[in-house]
């Protein structure tokens, strides 16, 4: 088992296109990766080094998307809430994921251990 | 339009789940983002201040992937080659997909400007 991980919550209620969803996780990874090797170096040279872990998980709408990311925020946890610009299939501003970490993998249990696989 | 984009090219061929798909897409952003951040810090800054654009393209199999890495790598262009772990669904070793970038949007277009949106 990975020691380091990056979690990638998306909205479960969205009706995404594959591409989109892909496009849409792929920012919450890059971005949250970014904030990660500037805030906490440790946690993502360990993670870089390891195998750059990385999970997909679903929360079931916006409310519980934001909620997650206040928990993780509150611990100091590098996150990235994504909206979309909302030029295909949704409105401008909708969130539809956050990024969280890399973080331990422990620490990041805590938080999203109870979240099903997307 | 965005003057800087990143292009992940992914393998057509492959039965993905859908968050297998968005993971694999993730490593390619990510991985690929790290070697522009160093190697072209040009275009990776300037991606990351306007709008970190990614869009998603198809390929058919697995020639056709490496045939494009060899062309953009023959270029100079960073890119990230990702091949999967095998732990569920795919073959240990099975190439996924491909990101390219950031890099400036026109020169992006030479290389997968006649591949189709994922």
Redesign the interface.
């Given at each position: 088992m990975a020691r380091y991980k990056q979690v990638?919550a998306?909205r479960n209620d969205l009706k995404m296109g594959?591409?989109k969803?892909?496009?849409q996780?792929?920012?919450?990874?890059?971005?949250s990766?970014?904030k990660a090797r500037l805030s906490h170096r440790e946690w993502f040279k360990e993670w870089?080094d390891e195998?750059?872990a990385?999970?997909?998980v679903k929360v079931k709408d916006d409310a519980e998307l934001r909620e997650l990311k206040k928990r993780v925020e509150e611990e100091g946890i590098p996150n990235a809430l994504i909206e979309d610009?909302g030029l295909t299939q949704l409105e401008p501003g909708t969130t539809t994921c956050l990024g969280i970490g890399p973080l331990p993998a422990e620490l990041a249990d805590r938080f999203t251990g109870h979240l099903k696989?997307?």
């Open positions: 990638i998306v594959k591409g969803l892909a496009v996780v792929a920012h919450a990874a890059v971005t990766a970014e870089w195998s750059q990385k999970i997909c610009a696989l997307l």
